[in-house]
Nanobody, 124 residues
Framework: VQLQASGGGLVQAGDSLRLSCAGS????????LGWFRQAPGKERTFVAT????????YYSDSVEGRFTISRDNAKNTLYLQMNSLIPEDTGVYYC??????????????????WGQGTQVTVSS
């Protein structure tokens, strides 16, 4: 599975952004997908995941209620709608495909394919 993320940018606190991740490969629809982020000088951390069918979603505590992950398997595209952004959301956002079909996995090692990342910067 090959992935390419887009949609990042510079926004103010309280604004919204929608990230997209275009996928290719016949296995895209069979895999759980996720979003991770990496702040400068910090490790890559889990943001949200969604199972292959798009019916089960999981979020980190820090984004629960503000972010929504979704997918359109007909378009081979993963999305992350980010609302009420805060400066702590700043970082490079990566989309990833899991080795599993079910969601709920949150470790970087559970994801085998990664997009190139898109920068999100939230100013206060």
């Amino acid at each position: 599975v090959q992935l390419q993320a887009s949609g990042g940018g510079l926004v103010q606190a309280g604004d919204s952004l929608r990230l997209s991740c275009a996928g290719s490969g016949r296995l895209f629809r069979d895999k759980a997908l996720g979003w991770f982020r990496q702040a400068p000088g910090k490790e890559r951390t889990f943001v949200a995941t969604i199972n292959s069918a798009g019916r089960r979603t999981y979020y980190s505590d820090s984004v629960e209620g503000r972010f929504t992950i979704s997918r359109d398997n007909a378009k081979n595209t993963l999305y992350l709608q980010m609302n009420s952004l805060i400066p702590e959301d700043t970082g490079v956002y990566y989309c990833a495909a899991s080795m599993f079909a079910t969601g709920g996995y949150r470790r970087v090692v559970d994801f085998t394919s990664w997009g190139q990342g898109t920068q999100v910067t939230v100013s206060s």
